[in-house]
Nanobody, 125 residues
Framework: QVQLVESGGGLVQPGGSLRLSCAAS????????IGWFRQAPGKEREGVSC????????YYADSVKGRFTISRDNAKNTVYLQMNSLKPEDTAVYYC??????????????????WGQGTQVTVAS
């Protein structure tokens, strides 16, 4: 069955870095764009980044542009989110999700059909 499993979260000091991974199984990753989302306590889930099926196009929310980098290795069935210069406001549960097609078409939740269980990222001193 289709599965997305996030890993790599943890506690990091402000200014630090983390790399999240999203391991995909049960489908051919090459055919789908993948998005990263996050949800902080008491806040709505927000789209963070998205990468097209072959990695040719990437998109970032303004809040993370210049600090986060999304990438993918389809041979390893994995999508990554490198997060640098982390801020306390980046604290959230981070999720990856499968877009319904090859290309990123926005962050509306209805555009994504499978979601991972999430990984906690906490930025604090």
């Amino acid at each position: 069955q289709v599965q997305l499993v996030e890993s790599g979260g943890g506690l990091v000091q402000p200014g630090g870095s983390l790399r999240l991974s999203c391991a995909a199984s049960g489908f051919t990753l090459d055919y789908y764009a993948i998005g990263w989302f996050r949800q902080a306590p008491g806040k709505e889930r927000e789209g963070v980044s998205c990468i097209s099926s072959r990695g040719g196009r990437t998109y970032y929310a303004d809040s993370v542009k210049g600090r986060f980098t999304i990438s993918r290795d389809n041979a390893k069935n994995t999508v990554y989110l490198q997060m640098n210069s982390l801020k306390p406001e980046d604290t959230a549960v981070y999720y990856c999700a499968r877009e319904r097609g090859y290309y990123c078409s926005g962050y509306g939740s209805w555009k994504y059909d499978y979601w991972g269980q999430g990984t906690q990222v906490t930025v604090a001193s």
